[in-house]
T-cell receptor, first 115, second 116 residues
Framework: DTGVSQNPRHKITKRGQNVTFRCDPI?????LYWYRQTLGQGPEFLTY????????KSRLLSDRFSAERPKGSFSTLEIQRTEQGDSAMYLC?????????????FGPGTRLTVT | AQKITQTQPGMFVQEKEAVTLDCTYD???????LFWYKQPSSGEMIFLIY??????QNATEGRYSLNFQKARKSANLVISASQLGDSAMYFC?????????????FGQGTTLQVKP
């Protein structure tokens, strides 16, 4: 399977705990995006990387959120001191960027529930 | 500010019939891209079809076609010959062209249910 993969698929955590999600993009894709989707809404952009560089962060991404893509391949999204409002689906997408933009391919998402 | 509006929270269609899902957008950019994604209950966003703002012809991909009316700022998705497997949430999205970030702005989605 050469699609985008995300782990874990589901995470239940208690308020105040830290959680980390992983995304493995399609191997030849140099761009990686994180989105958050709450129930009944469309996904909202959080941040994106080109290779290992994080080029933009949304204002939605509070100081408790950090994302990395250390070697320009997989990426991790960490949430520290989780709050109930962090409960959502976290989606990762990847694309190939050269001199033009190409469509993004999404992973299955990680559903976070904060109790 | 850029915005996508999907005014149909839910739609029903009989199997084998065609259905149109509405999408209007707002942008001041001359260059942009419009996308439709399908999200089944499993959660994965599946890319369906793309229309560039400078494309003169409406995009088609198999049973999917995009009815692009630039002056009206609409990009409706038409699904022909609906199948039971088409039951899902459908999202319209826009990508701004000038910044090159590639980030997508999504609408709120339309839930489609196909009846046998």
């Amino acid at each position: 399977d050469t699609g985008v993969s995300q782990n874990p698929r589901h995470k239940i955590t208690k308020r105040g705990q830290n959680v980390t999600f992983r995304c493995d993009p399609i191997s030849e894709h140099n761009r990686l995006y994180w989105y958050r989707q709450t129930l009944g809404q469309g996904p909202e952009f959080l941040t994106y990387f080109q290779n290992e560089a994080q080029l933009e962060k949304s204002r939605l991404l509070s100081d408790r959120f950090s994302a990395e893509r250390p070697k320009g391949s997989f990426s991790t999204l960490e949430i520290q001191r989780t709050e109930q409002g962090d409960s959502a689906m976290y989606l990762c997408a990847s694309s190939f960027y050269d001199r033009g933009l190409h469509e993004q391919y999404f992973g299955p998402g990680t559903r976070l529930t904060v109790t | 500010a850029q915005k996508i509006t999907q005014t149909q929270p839910g739609m029903f269609v009989q199997e084998k019939e065609a259905v149109t899902l509405d999408c209007t957008y707002d942008t001041s950019d001359q260059s942009y891209g419009l996308f439709w994604y399908k999200q089944p209950s499993s959660g994965e966003m599946i890319f369906l079809i793309y229309q560039g703002s400078y494309d003169e012809q409406n995009a088609t991909e198999g049973r999917y076609s995009l009815n692009f009316q630039k002056a009206r700022k609409s990009a409706n998705l038409v699904i022909s010959a609906s199948q039971l497997g088409d039951s899902a949430m459908y999202f319209c999205a826009m990508r701004e062209g000038l910044s090159n970030t590639g980030k997508l702005i999504f609408g709120q989605g339309t839930t489609l249910q196909v009846k046998p």
